[in-house]
């Protein structure tokens, strides 16, 4: 546990933020005609984001599965809980998502949510590779379908917020 809050407290310290937090400001995100734009900056701190948050879901899994119960039902609850609780994953995991909270509100706080929300969904795209190599699940063709829909969305709405700044720069 001391390692947990250890790695937590090195991860959160504001230095570690310095160089996305100059890129963001770089991209002119200040000026107020272009706040709730999307710039590069703020479009790789919600992938670093999902990023994280997809890790935090692996350790999620992890954790879940080392507990050996397959099928979680009220007669085996209690004993589900402490094997999960006392799992290290789960802390690793828990971390993971705190640090992504941090990302996302500083996200939320330079861009309009519309915007920066569906580009979020690169982590169901992140959690398939990470399920992939870390959990040896089979990825379907389907499924691989479904992610080219999700990167043409994202497109999509990476392009629109470019059109919006150009419409506020005229």
């Known amino acids: 546990i001391n390692i947990f809050f250890g790695f937590l407290g090195f991860?959160?310290?504001p230095e570690n933020f310095d160089p996305i937090l100059r890129s963001m400001k770089k991209d002119s995100i200040i000026k107020k005609s272009n706040i709730g734009v999307l710039t590069s900056g703020i479009f790789w701190l919600v992938i670093l984001s999902d990023f994280i948050e997809s890790l935090g879901e692996l350790f999620y899994k992890k954790a879940a599965l080392s507990t050996g119960i397959d099928n979680i039902v009220f007669?085996?609850?209690t004993t589900f809980t402490a094997k999960i609780i006392?799992?290290?994953n789960l802390w690793i995991g828990i971390s993971f998502?705190?640090?992504n909270f941090f990302l996302w509100i500083i996200a939320l706080?330079?861009?309009d949510l519309s915007v920066v929300y569906p580009i979020g969904s690169t982590s169901y795209i992140i959690v398939m590779i990470l399920s992939m190599v870390?959990?040896?699940e089979h990825i379907t063709p389907l499924r691989w379908l479904g992610v080219c829909f999700i990167?043409?969305?994202i497109y999509f709405i990476f392009q629109s917020t470019h059109k919006r700044e150009t419409l506020n720069n005229d």
């Open 86 to 88: 006392a799992n290290g």
């Open 109 to 111: 706080s330079k861009a």
């Open 11 to 13: 991860i959160l310290k």
């Open 97 to 99: 998502y705190i640090l």
């Open 134 to 136: 870390f959990l040896h």
């Open 151 to 153: 990167i043409v969305g």
């Open 75 to 77: 007669s085996n609850f």
